[in-house]
Nanobody, 128 residues
Framework: QVRLVESGGGSVQAGGSLRLSCGVS??????MGWFRQAPGKEREGVAT???????WYADSVNGRFTVSIDDARHTLTLQMNSLMPEDTAMYFC????????????????????????WGQGTQVTVSS
């Protein structure tokens, strides 16, 4: 059974840091990423990493967040620094079995598809 399980969310003050992890079991995926959804807003991409290892970042987090994956592609990590209140959201891990650049990975993950696997989400709350 394929599963994605996120961990590491929590509450932090503005300027603080959090590290999210997504554990993958049951399969190996070349395309993985983080999305987030704040109350009343649409889900948006945060960062992805594709088969070539090059990361893609949303403009709003570029320079503050770092996405990485272990060599076995079992754990996807999102290091979040300089957090701001607008980063408050439920963060989801996503995966799909396609090979390509991280930009392609983002394009595929952001579109609703039965081929995309999602985790249950982890809450991040940043207070001012």
């Amino acid at each position: 059974q394929v599963r994605l399980v996120e961990s590491g969310g929590g509450s932090v003050q503005a300027g603080g840091s959090l590290r999210l992890s997504c554990g993958v079991s049951g399969a190996i995926y070349a395309c993985m990423g983080w999305f987030r959804q704040a109350p009343g807003k649409e889900r948006e991409g945060v960062a992805t990493i594709g088969g070539y290892g090059d990361p893609w970042y949303a403009d709003s987090v570029n320079g503050r967040f770092t996405v990485s994956i272990d060599d076995a592609r079992h754990t996807l990590t999102l290091q979040m620094n300089s957090l701001m209140p607008e980063d408050t959201a439920m963060y989801f891990c996503a995966a799909r079995g396609i090979w390509g650049t991280s930009s392609l990975c983002y394009d595929r993950l952001r579109v609703s598809s039965d081929e995309t696997i999602w985790g249950q989400g982890t809450q991040v709350t940043v207070s001012s």
